[in-house]
């Protein structure tokens, strides 16, 4: 097997998520394979898209990858929140928001599309900054279960 192609293998098994994309994107840089570069582009859209980077997923997944950049984009523009699930109706996201009204204040609906289909996200909170998000994440976490998403 090709050492890069070794590396790669290797990198799916680190179990930290940041760890592993580092590794990714030194392999990435290094190589001349495009095969191995479109699978290491798959994994580095698949990342940001499950943390809720969805515009960097996007552009990563279609080749407009950077390996000098090491993490999104800050956009003071940018809130975040706890996303708890995401709908292709607004009707089904509504009712998953008020099971969690129950449990929770401050919940809302977001649209997105993705792919050409709108998404209906249903989101906790709407924070300045990750770090009060994740914060409030953790505080949280026996009443409901979600990942932090930039929005």
Not at 31 to 37: A, H
């Amino acid at each position: 097997m090709d050492p890069q192609w070794n590396q790669f293998v290797q990198a799916l098994m680190i179990a930290n998520g940041d760890s592993a994309m580092a590794r990714y994107k030194s392999i990435y840089a290094k190589t001349e394979d495009n095969d191995l570069k479109k699978s290491i582009r798959e994994r580095l859209s698949q990342y940001f898209y499950a943390r809720g980077y969805y515009e960097t997923a996007e552009k990563i997944r279609k080749n407009n990858f950077r390996t000098e950049k090491s993490s999104p984009p800050n956009r003071s523009s940018h809130r975040f929140g706890i996303q708890t699930g995401a709908y292709s109706t607004l009707r089904n996201a509504r009712l998953a928001r008020n099971k969690i009204l129950n449990k929770v204040q401050n919940v809302s609906i977001i649209e997105k599309n993705r792919n050409g289909r709108k998404l209906f996200i249903v989101v906790v909170g709407n924070f300045a900054n990750r770090k009060d998000a994740e914060k409030s994440l953790r505080s949280l976490k026996s009443r409901i279960q979600g990942f932090i998403i930039e929005f």
